[in-house]
């Protein structure tokens, strides 16, 4: 392999264990959370629950993080994309002619 398809492989495996690793952590964060709120606001503990309404910093926060997270993992993976795509400089055209066999 030459040093340029390498550097693009190389990219794209960056980009996977990026994807992972913030897929893996919200996975343990919200299974981390949803055990803890189990425990914590149990039906014996708190029989009437507590009604929250109208919190704008909770919704814009809530807006905000996930689309910069969804927006960070595209840039990612398109920079890895576009490693991919690009002709390295010198490289040998080939064309090629398709047929039915």
Do not use: Q
């Not at 919200?26 to 959370?33: D, K, M, R, T, Y």
């Not at 490693?83 to 047929?99: E, F, H, I, N, Q």
Request: glycine share 4%; net charge positive.
């Amino acid at each position: 392999m030459t040093v340029p398809v390498v550097n693009a492989v190389a990219s794209v495996d960056r980009a996977f264990l990026f994807i992972f690793g913030i897929s893996a952590l919200i996975l343990v964060g919200i299974a981390c959370a949803m055990v803890y709120f189990v425990w914590r606001y149990n039906a014996k503990r708190h029989p009437v629950p507590a009604d929250f309404d109208g919190n704008l910093t909770a919704e814009i926060i809530w807006i905000v993080a996930p689309t910069a997270l969804v927006m960070a993992m595209f840039y990612y993976g398109w920079t890895s994309y576009t490693d991919l795509r690009t002709v390295p400089p010198g490289s040998l055209p080939v064309k090629v002619t398709a047929r039915m066999w």
